[in-house]
């Protein structure tokens, strides 16, 4: 165990299992809602529809999944860096989750102020309806469909960067680094 010179105590060598299940059902609505956006396009009008329904609700639950993550960071120091991840490694895994963490909220976000000025309710999975939160406008529906859809892709490079990341950690490096995370 490190011992955490800042606070006197000592630190788990893993993330808590909080932490630790938020991590992975964020990853999977996130990875879930990117497959319901690229592969539904060419499907019928009524399927994409319901596919498109499951992603905006899922895109709240992430935004709420993330705000819950991000609150309980602020309480919880995440487990230091193995000593076998190199130096240039360490800022780079913080930038890594910096744009994680933005990503995560700017694209629930942008999403919801496309479908506000759409004129669009998104229903959360039938138990309620979320309020627009921007006036209803084509100039900003556009807008934000555009950038919505450029958040998305940047979440998909990330996330691709990521898991490939993961696991040259695993398989080539064996640094450890992933046990950290590792819910077993």
Do not use: C
């Not at 950038?147 to 950690?169: D, F, N, Q, S, Y």
């Amino acid at each position: 165990m490190a011992t955490d010179a800042t606070a006197g105590t000592t630190a788990s060598p893993r993330y808590t299992k909080v932490a630790i299940w938020l991590h992975w059902l964020i990853g999977a609505a996130v990875i879930v809602n990117i497959g319901l956006a690229m592969l539904t396009e060419g499907l019928p009008r009524e399927t994409h529809r319901e596919a498109m329904a499951i992603h905006k609700a899922l895109g709240v639950t992430v935004l709420a999944l993330t705000l819950i993550r991000i609150a309980w960071r602020l309480g919880h120091r995440p487990p230091p860096l193995p000593a076998s991840v190199p130096a240039w490694q360490r800022p780079l895994s913080r930038i890594v989750h910096f744009l994680f963490y933005a990503l995560l909220i700017l694209l629930p976000l942008s999403g919801w102020v496309w479908m506000s000025a759409a004129d669009r309710p998104i229903d959360f999975f039938g138990l309620f309806t979320l309020p627009p939160i921007a006036a209803p406008g084509k100039a900003l529906a556009d807008t934000m469909h555009e950038r919505h859809e450029i958040l998305g892709l940047t979440m998909l490079a990330l996330v691709i960067v990521h898991v490939l990341a993961a696991l040259k950690h695993q398989f080539v490096d064996r640094s450890g680094v992933n046990a950290r995370m590792n819910p077993f």
